[in-house]
């Protein structure tokens, strides 16, 4: 494997978008900060309506050139703390065979994985006729591993399944991949995706103004994008109040205020991918898959499995029983980041303790990917008994405080947070939580506009948690 062909997939929001050279993505971010109109940032980032599995034409297109490298955050739903380089994590890999492969996330899935054949296609033949000057005794043609984050795995995967790209791939690596997807889809989509309630009594109208805002933007703009929807839960993720207790439906069984395209597109989208693997492995000699495949997911943090449909309303739920909150990197469930299709038992995956948007740092995954590389087993469970969960605000508006929860911390540890900019070394200040809930420490912080980095930082022993926080102007 030292001398296979690497092909990083980022996930959704991860590749920086652009026409006639400006940034599209950052200047629909802004839009929600109060920079631009938001009207006008719709305009230049939507795509037509019922799009479906096409390319877009002007004045829809737009260019997918490098990954993002600072944080981004759609909130309500997803972040991340920027992409780096995977080849600094990766000992004994030369440049050549290493590639990135940038695509325009708003499309289907479908769309994507096939302009992934090409470009793996493509790359895998360049790096096929370098392969000797570096690796003279290898015992077989070099094939491609797959490093996929976030929703850049249900690329990878459909396109190995799918679009015959198992025949020439040696691994599939997921780092939080939704492979069942996730319940926060559902909140972004219909409009929920920042909650507009309890944030504090005195603040709750200034907070809960811009949170609806912000939904009502969000769920407009990313309903025209086919892989939001195909990011929706297709596990029984519907719970009503009125039905015994365990009693779970899925989306296609009753109407949570989604358009019934956007749900049947996606369980059509992992139905595809389910019968491909079935036949696929009819077909092979043994039934097995010819490439191996690792899970790489976060399962210390509370995380939205599920949605309440009541007469009036609907709620989302940290589990789908009354138990305690279902965990997950806060907002992939641990179940959904584990590929049950290729895996025996959740034992199989690689478990830690970081949240989604930094999954990909070099502390989470680094010597993971070194021993996948090297064809090293990295089975074991990295979310260790000092880990600990946060709960964090998907919105802040500046200048008001906004709370953060530390949940399955130790007595006697302390818990420490503060802020900072991209770029910037750490906090310059720090803010210790506060005994709060039995089992929970809170603490508040205040920011103005703009998306900033949260520390949030155990000791005895040290353990860091990182998120991003969008803050708005009222």
Not at 1 to 8: A, G, P, Q, R
Not at 12 to 41: C, V
Not at 302 to 327: C, M, N, Q, R, Y
């Amino acid at each position: 494997m030292k001398h296979d062909l690497v092909v990083f997939v980022p996930g959704i929001t991860g590749t920086r978008l652009t026409r006639d050279g400006k940034d599209l993505w950052h200047q629909s971010r802004q839009a929600l900060l109060g920079a631009l109109p938001f009207s006008r940032a719709v305009e230049r980032l939507r795509l037509p309506d019922d799009i479906g599995d096409h390319r877009p034409e002007e004045p829809w297109a737009v260019e997918a050139t490098e990954l993002v490298k600072s944080p981004e955050a759609l909130p309500g739903f997803l972040a991340h703390l920027g992409y780096p380089d995977a080849r600094t994590m990766l000992t004994g890999l030369v440049p050549e065979q290493y590639a990135l492969f940038p695509y325009d996330w708003r499309l289907s899935n479908r769309v994507t994985a096939d302009s992934l054949r090409t470009f793996v296609e493509r790359e895998l033949s360049r790096w096929r006729g370098q392969v000797e000057r570096f690796h003279p005794r290898a015992e077989d043609p070099p094939r491609v591993i797959l490093l996929c984050h976030s929703m850049g795995g249900l690329v990878g995967r459909y396109y190995l399944e799918c679009l015959g790209g198992r025949d020439i791939t040696r691994a599939l690596v997921t780092l939080g991949t939704p492979h069942r997807g996730a319940a926060k889809a559902v909140r972004f989509l219909t409009g929920h995706g920042v909650p507009t309630e309890g944030w504090g009594a005195v603040r709750r109208s200034l907070a809960g103004a811009a949170a609806r805002r912000v939904n009502e933007q969000l769920a407009e703009l990313c309903r025209t994008f086919p892989s939001m929807g195909q990011l929706l839960p297709v596990y029984a993720a519907v719970r009503r109040p009125e039905f015994p207790e365990g009693h779970h439906e899925h989306l296609t069984s009753i109407d949570v205020g989604l358009p019934s395209a956007l749900v049947a597109d996606a369980f059509d989208f992992h139905g595809e991918f389910e019968d491909a693997v079935r036949k696929n492995r009819r077909n092979s000699d043994d039934g097995e898959l010819p490439y191996r495949v690792h899970c790489l997911g976060g399962r210390s943090h509370p995380t939205v499995h599920g949605v309440v449909v009541a007469p009036e309303k609907i709620e989302f739920s940290l589990a789908l029983d009354d138990e305690e909150p279902w965990t997950g990197d806060g907002t992939v469930p641990e179940e959904s980041a584990f590929a049950r299709w290729a895996l025996r038992g959740m034992d199989e995956a690689v478990w830690n303790g970081h949240r989604h948007a930094n999954l990909t740092s070099a502390d989470a995954f680094g010597h993971q990917l070194t021993a996948v590389l090297h064809g090293k087993s990295a089975r074991e469970t990295l979310a260790a008994d000092d880990e600990f969960g946060i709960v964090v605000p998907e919105l802040a508006v500046s200048g008001a405080p906004f709370e953060v929860t530390a949940v399955g911390v130790e007595r006697g540890r302390t818990v420490r947070m503060g802020l900072h900019r991209s770029g910037d070394a750490g906090p310059a200040v720090w803010t210790d939580l506060a005994p709060g809930e039995p089992g929970e420490l809170r603490g508040e912080l205040v920011a103005g506009p703009g998306t900033w980095v949260l520390s949030v930082v155990a000791d005895r022993p040290q353990v860091t948690q990182r998120d991003v926080v969008l803050v708005v102007e009222a």
